[in-house]
């Protein structure tokens, strides 16, 4: 069993930067894929950026140019870098592990992008 956790949300003001946590713990079966999605109120989950063992990366066209995925390997963390955010990226934002064929979601984690 794989638990995943998200950090690193919080308020942040428009133009802000804010850089989320995902730890995962548990069985380290590779190959993993790690990858960032969030929900606004009334809308669709989107897909932000996802990253693999071998920083294999790809971003979605929510946040492109304004994200970087990143991998800590020594604490089973990968990072999501966001910058010049705006009110629309006002979302719940979570963390996906795939290894192998079974896939982990954390609870999710808040981020309020206001003045």
């Known amino acids: 069993q794989v638990r995943v956790v998200e950090s690193g949300g919080g308020l942040v003001h428009p133009g802000g930067s804010l850089r989320l946590s995902c730890a995962a713990s548990?069985?380290?079966?590779?190959?993993?894929?790690t990858g960032w999605y969030r929900e606004a109120p009334g809308k669709q989950r989107e897909f932000v950026a996802q990253?693999?063992?071998?920083?294999?990366?790809i971003y979605g066209k929510s946040m492109e140019g304004r994200v970087a995925i990143f991998r800590a390997n020594a604490e089973n963390t990968v990072y999501l870098q966001m910058i010049s955010l705006k009110p629309d990226d006002t979302a719940v934002y979570s963390c996906?592990?795939?290894?192998?064929?079974?896939?982990?979601w954390g609870q999710g984690i808040q981020v309020t992008v206001s003045s």
């Open positions: 990253t693999t063992d071998f920083d294999d990366i």
């Open positions: 548990g069985s380290n079966f590779s190959p993993t894929i």
């Open positions: 996906r592990v795939q290894r192998g064929s079974s896939v982990y």
